[in-house]
């Protein structure tokens, strides 16, 4: 094997999404890759797979190493945690100042930012990159959220822009932000997708039950409804599931299939820092909420004993109730991507990252699994008013949910009388409910907290904080008096 330094990129781990990448820098003209598994059974795997790649192998990290030009530059593609630190501990080792060690997993962003300030100390550059797209994304382009250094991106700009997925002749992909800004907004795209996966999964549930379609039939209104403002690739997909039939059955593949939702993480990582940062993500909670529900088979055949209503639940106009559906979907929808550019904001003030949300919807538009047609709404929205404070205000989204909302409304009705599940539907409602309300019962919380535990409030017509001696005769004084 050739240690001589011929190649401008390298890989390591080369499982499926590492043998993918690998394979798609190959394709692109300019790009000589490097490949190296801990395991060298899987780097003969690749080469014998595909011969025309051309790809370096090596053997050892310094092997590895010496493959690669200066600044030397890598993407370690292996599961996320201790695996991952032993990797770059590795490299940090036969690297030198001004190479770059890319973490393109998905990692959770805490611990981008402690690697990278770790391996800053070296003088080696440390970038977490977010990468979407799954299997076929990373073989044929995905959505690509790299963070990092600004001397990183010169490097590692042109070989990412290569192999990205192209939308409307632009790269899916943008320099997001340092240390972990790459990762951080990977996990909102992920929360996100979470959220448009189980909307989908209710609209088709309150059709199916709603009106008796079966699996095939409703995959012919998703198909048609992919054709206008839902347009997307999770929709598009939904309708080839819904198609599906199991050949060993004969049923539609879905009834086949145990209704337990898995997860990997990125969810409630989502939720998780959205709490830290007191930003709102009830959709995005409520979908990681039902998959984690539906993965308690034992509880809920405990709970199917419990009461529900009394009355069959059909529609009288099926039309009707499908065009409602569609609205409920697109209005929910709008909620979902409304709060995760919220975490998004509020994640980049906490973190001292200058991210550019309009950059962030472009860059999801082709590639990544979130990808859809009104990603350019968002797009236009942030050009229009940078500093958008709720995304769901500008005027499309405005008008989108105007339009919607008689119809959102019916839907979680219809499906609270039916005893229908549908957590997205229903708190992505309450959301807009609340951010919309003029006054929030939050004044009588905090009368609450005042009373148990002196934790004061704000008064409406006088500035000041304030609390009340609730025994006795209920006197108010200002805050700072009583501490």
């Not at 973490?103 to 990468?131: L, M, Q, S």
């Not at 943008?174 to 907004?185: E, N, R, S």
């Not at 599940?421 to 951010?435: K, R, T, V």
Request: proline residues 4%.
């Amino acid at each position: 094997m050739s240690s001589a330094a011929t190649a401008n990129i390298g890989v390591v781990g080369l499982a499926v999404m590492g043998s993918n990448l690998a394979r798609n820098l190959a394709s692109r003209e300019g790009n000589t890759v490097a490949i190296f598994n801990r395991s060298y059974e899987k780097t003969q795997t690749l080469l014998n797979g595909h011969p025309e790649a051309g790809f370096i192998p090596a053997s050892t990290y310094q092997e590895f190493a010496d493959s690669l030009q200066k600044p030397r530059t890598a993407i370690i593609m292996v599961k996320a945690g201790a695996g991952t630190d032993a990797v770059i501990q590795a490299l940090t080792e036969v690297f030198e100042p001004g190479d770059i060690i890319v973490d393109g997993g998905n990692a959770y962003f805490p611990d981008t930012i402690r690697r990278e300030k770790a391996v800053r100390e070296t003088g080696i550059n440390f970038v977490g990159a977010g990468i979407s797209g799954g299997e076929e994304g990373a073989l044929l382009g995905p959505s690509i959220m790299p963070g990092g250094s600004d001397e990183s991106w010169i490097t590692l700009g042109p070989i990412l822009k290569s192999i990205a997925a192209v939308a409307e002749g632009e790269p899916c992909v943008t320099h997001i932000g340092h240390d972990g800004a790459g990762h951080f907004v990977k996990m909102v795209h992920n929360g996100i997708e979470y959220a448009d996966m189980q909307l989908i999964a209710e609209a088709y549930d309150l059709i199916r039950r709603g009106t008796g379609k079966t699996p095939a039939e409703i995959a012919d209104i998703f198909t048609e409804w992919n054709k206008g403002e839902l347009e997307s690739y999770l929709i598009e997909i939904t309708a080839e599931v819904l198609r599906q039939v199991d050949a060993e059955t004969g049923k539609p593949l879905v009834d086949v299939i145990v209704d337990q939702a898995g997860a990997k993480g990125t969810g409630a990582w989502t939720v998780q820092t959205a709490l830290s940062l007191g930003v709102p993500v009830s959709g995005i909670a409520e979908a990681t909420f039902a998959r984690s529900l539906s993965s308690h088979p034992e509880q809920r055949a405990v709970a199917a004993a419990l009461p529900g209503p009394e009355e069959e639940f059909e529609v009288e106009d099926t039309e009707a109730f499908i065009e409602d559906v569609r609205l409920a979907l697109f209005a929910s929808k709008i909620i979902a991507y409304s709060q995760g550019f919220d975490e998004i904001r509020a994640g980049a003030a906490e973190y001292d990252w200058k991210i550019d949300l309009g950059a962030i919807s472009k860059i999801w538009r082709g590639g990544c699994i979130i990808r859809a047609q009104f990603l350019n709404r968002i797009a236009d929205a942030y050009e229009q008013t940078p500093e958008l404070p709720v995304l769901a205000t500008a005027p499309y989204f405005a008008d989108a949910l105007t339009r919607g909302q008689a119809s959102w409304r019916r839907v979680v009705i219809a499906a609270t009388e039916a005893g229908i599940p549908s957590p997205a539907f229903s708190s992505s409602l309450a959301y807009y409910d609340g951010i919309r309300a003029d006054r929030l019962p939050a004044a009588l919380v905090q009368g609450q907290r005042d009373f148990f535990g002196a934790h004061t409030y704000k008064r409406i017509d006088k500035e000041g904080t304030f609390h009340t001696l609730w025994s006795g005769d209920r006197t108010e004084i200002e805050a700072e008096d009583t501490h």
